[in-house]
T-cell receptor, first 115, second 115 residues
């Protein structure tokens, strides 16, 4: 069964600190992996998209890594800010012959950044 | 427009009533996706469209759910005879292409509450 598991479920850190969120998936065949940020009451916003051939991708203070062999990904947030408080969702796209197909979502990690 | 628009923001229905949700994709985007988010981060793919044609409907509970994307009109998702378990936030997303790394842009969602 295609699944995406994220850890931790929730995380509290102090402003300015770094943190790393984890994502493990069993989706096969695999096309790409995305990290989304979802603020409370809003739709998800894409942070990074990586294909199986990419190991790392950055977007400002966000850096995602991907190990397609072990089927693991991480999202590292550097120098956290209060506005980083949100849910971070790992999303995997199965390989359906070149199209996006439908996306498989993890349950997310709820990050709270405290002053 | 430059954002995906969804209406209404909130919708309350009695069990057994019909519910209809609307989505206006970003201008120029050919692909529209509908997702159901239950219990905060449990996203479930429902259906996708390429212009007015169904692209992938593997997630649709067909007995009560239907969707359309007609030319020059907002896309719609309709639920006949709503049930308590249909209570969720329904997100629409659009994309200009359906390639493997194309970003889906999400709307703010419609919160459906079935009483």
């Amino acid at each position: 069964k295609n699944q995406v598991e994220q850890s931790p479920q929730s995380l509290i850190i102090l402003e300015g600190k770094n943190c790393t969120l984890q994502c493990n998936y069993t989706v096969s065949p695999f096309s790409n992996l995305r990290w989304y940020k979802q603020d409370t009451g809003r739709g998800p916003v894409s942070l990074t998209i990586m294909t199986f051939s990419e190991n790392t991708k950055s977007n400002g203070r966000y850096t995602a890594t991907l190990d397609a062999d072990t089927k693991q990904s991480s999202l590292h947030i550097t120098a956290s800010q209060l506005s980083d408080s949100a849910s971070y969702i790992c999303v995997v796209s199965p390989n359906y012959g070149g199209s996006q197909g439908n996306l498989i979502f993890g349950k997310g990690t709820k990050l709270s950044v405290k002053p | 427009g430059e954002e995906v628009a969804q209406t209404p923001k909130h919708l309350v229905r009695g069990e057994g009533q019909k519910a209809k949700l609307y989505c206006a994709p970003i201008k120029g985007h050919s692909y529209v996706f509908w997702y159901q988010q239950v219990l905060k981060n449990e996203f479930k793919f429902l259906i996708s469209f390429q212009n007015e044609n169904v692209f992938d409907e593997t997630g649709m509970p067909k007995e009560r759910f239907s969707a359309k994307c007609l030319p020059n009109s907002p896309c719609s998702l309709e639920i006949q005879a709503t049930k308590l378990e249909d209570s969720a936030v329904y997100f629409c997303a659009s994309s200009d292409l359906a390639g493997r790394t194309d970003t889906q842009y999400f709307g703010p969602g419609t919160r459906l509450t079935v009483l």
